[in-house]
């Protein structure tokens, strides 16, 4: 991923792990390796940032290189976030919607994952613990 980062203008990353720290994707070291004048849009800098050295609400230049540690870029376009979000659940489901039940079919692991509540109780071992 090194060679790539170098030659990019704009990176904007993502990666998040529900209830653990953001996993670190681009070091200081790739960051030397960018142009002077490149972007990068940390969306996990809250949860501890996939950039080295991004913090949550800071824009900081790091070896000529602008690192913005965005906050909650969703609240600033919230009709945007709402038709993204719709527009995931319904490709997710759609994978697995069962036409003749009228409901989506999930096997036990995908089901035991995503699955918050049934029958009025939370079950969802994130959710316990």
Request: no cysteine; glycine share 10%; hydrophobic share 45%.
């Amino acid at each position: 991923m090194s060679s790539h980062i170098a030659k990019q203008d704009i990176v904007i990353t993502t990666a998040l792990i529900p209830g653990r720290p953001a996993p670190r994707l681009i070091s200081d070291a790739q960051l030397a390796t960018m142009r002077a004048g490149s972007v990068i849009v940390d969306m996990a800098a809250e949860s501890g940032g996939n950039v080295e050295g991004s913090a949550p609400g800071e824009t900081k230049k790091i070896h000529g290189v602008t690192v913005i540690g965005a906050q909650n870029i969703a609240a600033l376009m919230p009709a945007d976030t709402s038709a993204l979000f719709s527009r995931n659940l319904f490709n997710f489901l759609s994978a697995f919607w069962d036409q003749e039940a009228g409901k989506p079919v999930l096997d036990e692991e995908i089901g035991n994952a995503v699955r918050l509540t049934q029958g009025g109780k939370v079950v969802n071992e994130r959710l316990l613990g």
